[in-house]
């Protein structure tokens, strides 16, 4: 079964960037979808984006469209998340998993945290 390991969280100034990565564990990476998700405080765990297991499709939720890409690297077992323009509104644990909708990831990484703030 795979496992993830998220990084590259941190804190960042409102506008400003972030690249999140995904590294997968195992092999056979390449025959999953991978989805980024997100959950802030007092809230519940929201997909944000997700790539199909070519690379050759991505989704990304309405709130980040415009200002998040994700794209991965299949060498490297590692997905990613590119984050742009960010807002406050951003500030969450960010984790990935094998599955594009929350309800069907059975494990979860323990994920990195994004703050936004001045």
């Known amino acids: 079964q795979l496992q993830f390991v998220e990084s590259g969280g941190g804190l960042v100034q409102p506008g400003g960037s972030l690249r999140l990565s995904c590294t997968a564990s195992?092999?056979?990476?390449?025959?999953?979808?991978i989805g980024w998700f997100r959950q802030a405080p007092g809230k519940e765990r929201e997909g944000v984006s997700c790539?199909?297991?070519?690379?050759?499709?991505?989704n990304v939720a309405e709130s980040v469209k415009g200002r998040f890409t994700m794209s991965r690297d299949s060498a490297k077992n590692t997905a990613y998340l590119q984050m742009s323009s960010l807002k406050p509104d951003d500030t969450a644990v960010y984790f990935c998993?094998?599955?594009?909708?929350?309800?069907?990831?059975?494990?979860w990484g323990p994920g990195t945290q994004v703050t936004v703030s001045s």
């Open positions: 195992g092999s056979g990476l390449d025959y999953y979808v």
């Open positions: 998993a094998a599955a594009c909708d929350v309800e069907y990831v059975t494990s």
């Open positions: 790539i199909s297991s070519r690379g050759s499709t991505t």
